[in-house]
């Protein structure tokens, strides 16, 4: 589905828009970008996601929103994702269409299933490193996290949390289909030069694993 997901975080962001920060993580390789605004109002969420939305289309990317089914649908997002006290995946599935991609956040196998069972396309495992940036999602879970999910379920797997250019590769090396980044792209000074740096040591490290893992 992707290799490299970029979550944006306006306080790392040193200043730039959730926009600008999608436009250049896109310009950099970035699959898809997730826009997480979690303190926004609804009509700055959606300005930005509009924005991307465009940015998207421009470079034939793909482009999530966070948490918002309303802003997805507003916006012409390509999907939602969602975290295990949003709204549930079948009742987005039903909102948004077959077409929609619904990711959701898991910490174990079992919730892993549980998505799978629900309709999700994917799912987005961690923190698999500690992490400042998603505080409420539980930290340091591990490279054997990804293992548990990846044999569980048959949907791509995401890897977040603490992810950074010196461990990217160890989390696809563990069956991670994707990984996702927020501050090793969003805070850096060149957001662009980031995401291509990260995408190119995913598929340097994508030959080398073993067919039974990808």
């Not at 290799?3 to 390789?29: I, K, M, N, P, W």
């Not at 966070?66 to 995946?89: E, F, K, Y």
């Not at 999700?120 to 996290?145: N, R």
């Amino acid at each position: 589905m992707f290799d490299l997901y970029v979550v944006t975080d306006s306080q790392l962001s040193r200043g730039r828009s959730d926009a600008e920060v999608a436009r250049l993580a896109f310009e950099g390789g970035a699959d898809v970008v997730q826009l997480r605004m979690k303190n926004a109002d609804g009509r700055e969420m959606l300005e930005q996601a509009r924005l991307i939305r465009g940015y998207a289309d421009e470079m034939c990317k793909l482009f999530i929103v966070n948490d918002r089914v309303d802003i997805a649908m507003a916006s012409g997002a390509d999907g939602v994702h969602l975290g295990q006290t949003d709204m549930p995946v079948e009742d987005a599935r039903r909102i948004m269409g077959d077409d929609a991609i619904i990711g959701v956040s898991v910490d174990n196998a079992e919730q892993a299933v549980a998505a799978a069972e629900g309709g999700a396309d994917y799912v987005g495992v961690g923190a698999i490193f500690k992490t400042a940036t998603k505080p409420d999602a539980a930290q340091g879970l591990g490279l054997g996290a990804i293992y548990q999910v990846r044999e569980a379920v048959d949907i791509p797997v995401v890897a977040i949390g603490g992810i950074n250019r010196g461990n990217i590769q160890d989390v696809i090396r563990a069956g991670a289909d994707a990984a996702a980044v927020v501050s090793a792209v969003v805070a850096q000074d060149d957001v662009r030069a980031a995401a291509h740096e990260l995408r190119d040591l995913i598929l340097k490290v994508r030959p080398h694993i073993p067919p039974e893992n990808l």
